[in-house]
């Protein structure tokens, strides 16, 4: 061979499934949940990149000038996000953590109950937003979410999860209101 040839770069190894990341915990936080644990994902810096690649990828295009994203978990991947894109990032807080003048939805999820906030003056009407959690499960916590973001009057673009659990429609909720909704995986048997 001569000199100035090189060598094909050796095949990558192929990177495990991203659901494989998901750590289950039965019975948490009360009997009968499955508990889908993200923060298994997020401790592996590979996964984490390709989970927020992944929630950013079908959105390149669409003139998104918002990021918001729902306490708490949300936050991790909605600012990394917001980071990665070069646009502001908006928290939707558990009630009572924002020092502002808010707006607030309270809902009910698998687990209990609750009410986010969002500052009045987060956003200009007409902002293009997208909605990012973690996990969509009954749909509780994101409906609350986009309920704020239009009562802003923002344009809401889509929502985006790393995790669906169908058998809980939350998606097919959001769906039937007309909300675009992007999941990188789904878990059934919840
Ligand atoms: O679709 P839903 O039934 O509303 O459930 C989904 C929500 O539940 C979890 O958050 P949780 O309320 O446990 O709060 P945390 O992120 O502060 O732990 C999850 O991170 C979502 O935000
Ligand atoms: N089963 C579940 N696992 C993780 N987060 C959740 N939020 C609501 N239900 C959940």
């Given at each position: 061979m001569?000199?100035?040839?090189?060598?094909?770069?050796?095949?990558p190894p192929e990177e495990p499934q991203l659901s494989s990341f998901i750590r289950t915990i039965p019975d948490f936080p009360v009997p009968g949940i499955q508990f889908r644990d993200v923060t298994t994902l997020f401790q592996d810096a590979r996964a984490f990149r390709r989970a927020v690649d992944g929630l950013s990828a079908p959105?390149?295009?669409?003139?998104?000038?918002?990021?918001?994203?729902?306490?708490?978990?949300?936050?991790?991947?909605?600012?990394?996000?917001?980071?990665?894109?070069?646009?502001?990032?908006?928290p939707i807080r558990?009630?009572?953590?924002?020092p502002g003048t808010t707006l607030m939805e309270s809902y009910t999820l698998e687990y209990g109950e609750a009410s986010v906030e969002i500052h009045e003056d987060a956003?200009?009407?007409?902002?293009r937003?997208?909605?990012?959690?973690?996990?969509?499960?009954?749909?509780g916590t994101a409906i609350a979410g986009v309920r704020l973001i239009e009562r802003l009057g923002?344009?809401?673009?889509?929502?985006?999860?790393?995790?669906d659990l169908p058998d809980l429609g939350g998606r097919r909720?959001?769906?039937?209101?007309?909300?675009e909704t992007h999941?990188?995986?789904?878990?059934d048997g919840e």
């Open positions: 001569p000199a100035s040839e090189t060598l094909p770069e050796p095949a959105f390149a295009d669409r003139g998104l000038e918002v990021i918001a994203a729902m306490d708490a978990r949300g936050f991790i991947l909605g600012g990394a996000m917001a980071y990665a894109l070069g646009l502001p990032f908006v558990k009630k009572g953590k924002l956003f200009a009407a007409g902002a937003v997208l909605l990012i959690d973690d996990l969509i499960a009954t749909g923002g344009e809401l673009v889509a929502a985006g999860f790393v995790v909720k959001l769906e039937a209101m007309g909300v999941v990188l995986m789904a878990f």
